[in-house]
T-cell receptor
Framework: SQELEQSPQSLIVQEGKNLTINCTSS?????LYWYKQKYGEGLIFLMM?????EEKSHEKITAKLDEKKQQSSLHITASQPSHAGIYLC??????????????FGQGTRLTINP | DTGVSQNPRHKITKRGQNVTFRCDPI?????LYWYRQTLGQGPEFLTY????????KSRLLSDRFSAERPKGSFSTLEIQRTEQGDSAMYLC???????????????FGNGTRLTVT
């Protein structure tokens, strides 16, 4: 079973629209990481959240971690073609004693239509 | 900061052959990780090093897999007697331990895509 569930699995939005991707864990998160991946390439780090209720923004992307530290959301405002790709959340469940052994969701494939 | 470098980018091999991949982490990063990603899935942890010491291996890492980081810099991942199920993207990542239990985010390379025919 997946320890980390992402929804939706794929998303098609019109350029300029807002969108939200969710990441849910059945266990408390000690750290939640958002990455973006272009097809066939490596992962690009976006943001890291560690505290309950934490919110971070970079350009048009905002990530939040809920107070219970079991759910995170990634929100993109006024989407652009450059936002297209696969978004992955990765969780540190705190079992790895300081190692960053992340468990990843299955990813959300985002397509931006002009 | 030149990023994490992985070679080769693509490898096609026949079943039963041995393959070796190389990863060069960001120079000041003392931690190095290997992950495997199959199509449509997120990466799965395989193993990690702190400096030259291999501190943890996943159950996914069968005895046909071996990883080394001999001088605490670059790392190699070898797969012996490859099987079709080994076909995947092998990703390397590195991070810097800032202080106890606080570390920088993982920085990933572009991966090596292995196809076993």
């Amino acid at each position: 079973s997946q320890e980390l569930e992402q929804s939706p699995q794929s998303l098609i939005v019109q350029e300029g629209k807002n969108l939200t991707i969710n990441c849910t864990s059945s266990k408390t998160l000690y750290g939640l990481y958002w990455y973006k991946q272009k097809y066939g390439e490596g992962l690009i780090f976006l943001m890291m959240l560690q505290k309950g209720g934490e919110e971070k923004s970079h350009e048009k992307i905002t990530a939040k971690l809920d107070e219970k530290k079991q759910q995170s959301s990634l929100h993109i405002t006024a989407s652009q073609p450059s936002h297209a790709g696969i978004y992955l959340c990765g969780a540190d469940h705190g079992r790895s004693q300081g190692a960053q052994k992340l468990v990843f969701g299955q990813g959300t494939r985002l397509t931006i239509n002009p | 900061d030149t990023g994490v470098s992985q070679n080769p980018r693509h490898k096609i091999t026949k079943r039963g052959q041995n393959v070796t991949f190389r990863c060069d982490p960001i120079s000041e990063h003392n931690r190095l990780y290997w992950y495997r990603q199959t199509l449509g899935q997120g990466p799965e942890f395989l193993t990690y090093f702190q400096n030259e010491a291999q501190l943890e291996k996943s159950r996914l890492l069968s005895d046909r897999f071996s990883a080394e980081r001999p001088k605490g810099s670059f790392s190699t991942l070898e797969i012996q007697r490859t099987e079709q199920g080994d076909s995947a993207m092998y990703l390397c990542a590195s991070s810097r331990l800032l202080r106890q239990a606080l570390h920088s985010p993982l920085h990933f390379g572009n991966g090596t895509r292995l196809t076993v025919t």
